[in-house]
Antibody, heavy 119, light 110 residues
Framework: QVQLVESGGGVVQPGRSLRLSCAAS????????MHWVRQAPGKGLEWVSL????????YYIDSVEGRFTISRDNSKNTLYLEMDSLRAEDTAVYYC????????????WGQGTMVTVSS | QSVLTQAPSASGTPGQRVTISCSGS????????VHWFQKLPGTAPKLLIY???QRPSGVPDRFSGSKSGTSASLAISGLRSEDEADYYC???????????FGGGTKLTVL
């Protein structure tokens, strides 16, 4: 079935780096744009970044611009989020999501991976 | 700060019809598509409504969406206890080149 599975979360000190992965299965990964969305504890959903189906276009929320890098490997059906210079305010559950152009919406979501930035 | 504004809470009794609103700037809600997501604690967000008023397959027709100008609404009829969740609107904001989410509305079924 169509599935997204995130991994790579954990506890990291401020200023350090972490790379999240999102493994896709059950659909033609290279045909879809992909997004990262996060939810800090007790807070609402916050969009983080998107990458086009071929990796040629990337967008970021202002608060992570220059610190986070989204990428994808279509040969491995995997989406990545490289997070550098992590801050306490980056603590959140990170979800990857598929953008379906026919719906113009984020239709499939992973279960999320928790990132905790703490000394 | 979210550029999409939602009331933080809403409530209703079983069987009742409730409406959750989302208002924003012309560059977001004024855009073509507003979407609605349901978020239960510990689970992934679920797409409820796309393109303002379209339901993905599998979403009950108790859920409906509408949009007028820079405001959008999600209506839930025949309220059930399992509808108790957080509901978020979202849209692409051309001025930010970003997806924006509303702050979320926590729905309580009394």
């Amino acid at each position: 079935q169509v599935q997204l599975v995130e991994s790579g979360g954990g506890v990291v000190q401020p200023g350090r780096s972490l790379r999240l992965s999102c493994a896709a299965s059950g659909f033609t990964f290279r045909g879809y744009g992909m997004h990262w969305v996060r939810q800090a504890p007790g807070k609402g959903l916050e969009w983080v970044s998107l990458i086009s189906y071929d990796g040629s276009k990337k967008y970021y929320i202002d608060s992570v611009e220059g610190r986070f890098t989204i990428s994808r490997d279509n040969s491995k059906n995997t989406l990545y989020l490289e997070m550098d210079s992590l801050r306490a305010e980056d603590t959140a559950v990170y979800y990857c999501s598929r953008y379906d152009g026919s719906l113009d919406a984020l239709d499939i979501w992973g279960q999320g991976t928790m990132v905790t930035v703490s000394s | 700060q979210s550029v999409l504004t939602q009331a933080p809470s809403a409530s209703g009794t079983p069987g009742q019809r409730v409406t959750i609103s989302c208002s924003g700037s012309g560059s977001s809600v004024g855009s073509i598509s507003v979407h609605w997501f349901q978020k239960l604690p510990g689970t992934a967000p679920k797409l409820l409504i796309y393109r303002n008023n379209q339901r993905p397959s599998g979403v009950p027709d108790r859920f409906s969406g509408s949009k007028s100008g820079t405001s959008a609404s999600l209506a839930i009829s025949g309220l059930r206890s399992e509808d108790e969740a957080d509901y978020y609107c979202a849209a692409w904001d051309d001025s930010l080149s970003a997806v924006v989410f509303g702050g979320g509305t926590k729905l309580t079924v009394l």
